[in-house]
């Protein structure tokens, strides 16, 4: 069975703080994909990065930069010098090689305040 | 490109009817997934068709249902409405994966406000 968990609940944080959003995946798979999803109050999901599990190189895009770590499970998403329009609720989605079945985690709803 | 579009945007139903959604995904996409996203629940796994075929489901009851048409377009219905079911329901689009197994990311919709009294 697979299991995603996302424990910070909210996260509160001023612009231009840096965040890390937590998630860890736990599975028997040896390979899956993990996705971060971004849902603004308009209410839309919206894409945001996509890992191999088999990749564990770690990457920055712009404000955001991911660590994968596979030998602790865990996905971890950062934002640095967040922006107000950065509030969101993010979520962790693992799938097992079909995107088309991904698990949400719960969630973490981030505010960021001016 | 267009995005996933979902009609209608909001409907307000009562216990015992039944409900309609429509998803139309985005050009080229394939794989169609319906979502339940409630306060409660967060967000959980319908179905999946791909190509015409249910290829997923999730652990729903056999009142939700759902097709998905030549053109990709999909609907999902629910029959004899519950209060629970009140939710946003959320239509997700991807690309074929270019070989089995890999994932692509996911293009969801405005989503369906069903609110159901």
């Known amino acids: 069975a697979q299991k995603v968990t996302q424990a910070q609940t909210e996260i509160s944080v001023v612009e231009k703080e840096d965040v890390t959003l937590d998630c860890v995946y736990e599975t028997r798979d040896t390979t899956y994909y993990l996705f971060w999803y971004k849902q603004p109050p308009s209410g839309e999901l919206v894409f945001l990065i996509r890992?191999?599990?088999?990749?564990?190189q770690n990457e920055i895009s712009g404000r955001y930069s991911w660590n994968f770590q596979k030998s602790t499970s865990s996905f971890n998403f950062t934002i640095t010098a967040s922006q107000v329009v950065d509030s969101a609720v993010y979520f962790c989605a693992p799938s097992r090689g079909n995107a088309g079945k991904s698990t949400f985690g719960d969630g973490t709803t981030l505010t960021v305040k001016p | 490109k267009a995005g996933v579009t979902q009609t209608p945007r909001y409907l307000i139903k009562t216990r015992g009817q039944q409900v309609t959604l429509s998803c139309s995904p985005i050009?080229?996409?394939?794989?169609v997934s319906w979502y339940q996203q409630t306060p409660g629940q967060g967000l959980q796994f319908l179905f999946e068709y791909f190509s015409e075929t249910q290829r997923n489901k999730g652990n729903f009851p056999g009142r939700f249902s759902g097709r998905q048409f030549s053109n990709s377009r999909s609907e999902m219905n629910v029959s004899t409405l519950e209060l629970g079911d009140s939710a946003l329901y959320l239509c997700?689009?991807?690309?074929?994966?270019?070989?089995?197994?890999?994932?692509?990311?996911?293009?969801f919709g405005p989503g369906t406000r069903l609110t159901v009294l």
């Open positions: 890992r191999n599990s088999f990749d564990e």
């Open positions: 050009s080229g996409h394939r794989s």
């Open positions: 997700a689009s991807s690309f074929p994966p270019i070989r089995a197994g890999a994932g692509n990311e996911q293009f």
